[in-house]
Nanobody
Framework: QVQLAESGGGLAQPGGSLRLSCAAS????????MGWYRQAPGNQRELVAG???????NYADSVKGRFTISRDNAKNTVYLQMNSLKPEDTAVYYC???????????????WGQGTQVTVSS
């Protein structure tokens, strides 16, 4: 099994910054794509940013130019640097990874428990 532990959420003012981290642990054979999703009350969960194992990134249009996703493969960790935050960025942010655990024969989708990000003055 693979576990994901998120940190770094909290309260920020509009225009402020926050940095989210997500570390994967457990019986990891290999980690493939990693990403961040978010879900605001009443809304569906949406992709915020993703990063492939080779470093290729993709972003939701709403965060392009403001958010940056990165990863440290040696630490099995993905980061989301969020700048110029807006109230509409308020949501629970979830870490996601496609990974293969030892003794497993396929890659699976794993989710973190979520971390609250609130942008308010």
């Amino acid at each position: 099994q693979v576990q994901l532990a998120e940190s770094g959420g909290g309260l920020a003012q509009p225009g402020g910054s926050l940095r989210l981290s997500c570390a994967a642990s457990g019986s990891i054979f290999s980690i493939y794509a990693m990403g961040w999703y978010r879900q605001a009350p009443g809304n569906q969960r949406e992709l915020v940013a993703g990063i492939a194992s080779g470093g290729t990134t993709n972003y939701a249009d709403s965060v392009k130019g403001r958010f940056t996703i990165s990863r440290d493969n040696a630490k099995n960790t993905v980061y989301l640097q969020m700048n110029s935050l807006k109230p509409e960025d308020t949501a629970v942010y979830y870490c996601n990874t496609q990974a293969r655990a030892h003794m497993d024969t396929v890659r699976r989708n794993y989710w973190g428990q979520g971390t609250q990000v609130t942008v308010s003055s």
